[in-house]
């Protein structure tokens, strides 16, 4: 089946610097990804979309300049965490949907997660 | 916001008995699917259920939708230890296959040995 690999799994970085997080599908092409954040106990929360060759798709309330996403091939897609600061600790979660996927279906294969902790 | 809302938040039960959890929804929808979330991991499908679809069973999950009343529920029956985790409904916003799915709060189910 589908597989997206995610890395890091968990890093730990200074306040004021940058974490990139990588998110790549193993064995077939994305042109499209997701990411969501999630906070402890609570649901998943639709950041971006990225879209291969093309800009971002950013939810409301999301900060483009914060969260800098790249997707510059059909198997990966960078989330860049700039100038991190504490409250964006979080559990950062991939996901991508096949392009041969049954039409309609949306179904999404995610990540392992990647946990973000700033001190 | 939260298309889907899941109950109940949190549910214990001893192993083999059957575990449901209901999702309700605000706005159309084209299918409607559950996913599995073991604590500090990614998502895993489960099932879908498309909107012309009332019932649909997978090994021991059965999922039902009821369009009318905007709500689905997930059964497990003969439950296991190893069915401990969270489970999300997630809705797409529209019916095309682009956007992002949207989920509920969850249900962490807790199955007792």
């Known amino acids: 089946g589908a597989v997206v690999s995610q890395h890091p799994s968990r890093v730990i970085c200074k306040s004021g610097t940058s974490v990139k997080i990588e998110c790549r599908s193993l064995d077939f092409q994305a042109t499209t990804m997701f990411w969501y954040r999630q906070f402890p106990k609570k649901s998943l929360m639709l950041m971006a979309t990225s879209n291969e060759g093309s800009k971002a798709t950013y939810e409301q309330g999301v900060e483009k300049d914060k969260f800098l996403i790249n997707h510059a091939s059909l198997t990966l897609s960078t989330l860049t965490v700039t100038s991190a600061h504490p409250e964006d600790s979080s559990f950062y979660i991939c996901s991508a949907r096949e392009r041969t996927g049954e039409a309609g279906a949306n179904v999404l294969t995610f990540g392992a997660g990647s946990r973000l902790t700033v001190l | 916001s939260q298309q889907g809302e899941e109950d109940p938040q949190a549910l214990s039960i001893q192993e083999g008995e059957n575990a449901t959890m209901n999702c309700s929804y605000k706005?159309?929808?084209?299918?409607l699917q559950w996913y599995r979330q073991n604590s500090g991991r990614g998502l895993v499908h489960l099932i879908l259920?498309?909107?012309?679809?009332r019932e649909k069973h997978s090994g021991r999950l059965r999922v039902t939708l009821d369009t009318s009343k905007k709500s689905s529920s997930l059964l497990i029956t003969a439950s296991r230890a190893a069915d401990t985790a969270s489970y999300f409904c997630a809705t797409a916003k529209t019916g095309g296959g682009a956007d992002g799915l949207t989920f509920g709060k969850g249900t962490h189910l807790i199955i007792q040995p």
């Open positions: 706005t159309s929808i084209n299918n």
């Open positions: 259920i498309r909107s012309n679809e």
